[in-house]
Nanobody
Framework: QVQLVESGGGLVQAGGSLRLSCAASGRTFSSYFMGWFRQAPGMERDLVTAITDGGSTYYADSVKGRFTISRDNAKNTVYLQMDSLKPEDTAVYYC????????????????WGQGTQVTVSS
């Protein structure tokens, strides 16, 4: 069982930066593949970025070059550094965990955080 708690959301102007954190419970955090999803009102929950247990990363085209995912297994935490934010990045951001591989489908993830709101003003 893994419990995830996100933090770090907030209101920022376009062009600004935010850093999200996702703290995980459990002794096997290092073996999980971690993803950050986002969901805007009326939209589906989409994968933004993910990181494997070995540190390989995936980014959606819309955030490449602006967002960076990282993990600190000693702290059981995954981070999302978001730079050059745009109004279209506004959404609730969720971290999620699964075993064995990265998936772009939210249905494939076993554990979810409660979400943190990111609002980017123009």
């Amino acid at each position: 069982q893994v419990q995830l708690v996100e933090s770090g959301g907030g209101l920022v102007q376009a062009g600004g930066s935010l850093r999200l954190s996702c703290a995980a419970s459990g002794r096997t955090f290092s073996s999980y593949f971690m993803g950050w999803f986002r969901q805007a009102p009326g939209m589906e929950r989409d994968l933004v970025t993910a990181i494997t247990d070995g540190g390989s990363t995936y980014y959606a085209d819309s955030v490449k070059g602006r967002f960076t995912i990282s993990r600190d297994n000693a702290k059981n935490t995954v981070y999302l550094q978001m730079d050059s934010l745009k109004p279209e990045d506004t959404a609730v951001y969720y971290c999620a965990a699964r075993r064995y591989s990265i998936s772009s489908s939210s249905k494939d993830y076993d554990y979810w955080g409660q979400g943190t709101q990111v609002t980017v003003s123009s």
